[in-house]
Nanobody, 126 residues
């Protein structure tokens, strides 16, 4: 089994920045693809960012140019640097991981990921 633990959420004013971290532990024998999703109350879980095992990144349209995802393969950690935050970024942010091959066309779907963290709340005040 693999466990994912997110940290770094909090309350920040609009225009501010936060960095989320995701630590993976457990039975890890290869480098996973890692992603961030978010879910606001009453809304579906939304793709935010992906970093593949080889380091390729992709972002949801609503965060492009503001968020940056990175990873540390030695520590099996992923990070999400969030700048220029907006009130509409308020959500619970979830870390996800996938060890099997991830078809590029499937990267946006939450169902494509095997493991999930419990989430961390990000609240952006106006």
């Amino acid at each position: 089994q693999v466990q994912l633990v997110e940290s770094g959420g909090g309350l920040v004013p609009a225009g501010g920045s936060l960095t989320l971290s995701c630590a993976a532990s457990g039975q890890i024998f290869s480098i996973p693809h890692m992603a961030w999703f978010r879910q606001a109350p009453g809304r579906e879980r939304e793709f935010v960012a992906l970093i593949t095992a080889s380091g390729t990144t992709d972002y949801g349209d609503s965060v492009k140019g503001r968020f940056t995802m990175s990873r540390d393969n030695d520590k099996i950690m992923a990070y999400l640097q969030m700048n220029s935050l907006k009130p509409e970024d308020t959500a619970v942010y979830f870390c996800a991981a996938m060890f099997n091959p991830l078809p590029w066309s499937s990267r946006l779907g939450a169902e494509s990921y095997e493991y999930w963290g419990q989430g961390t709340q990000v609240t952006v005040s106006s």
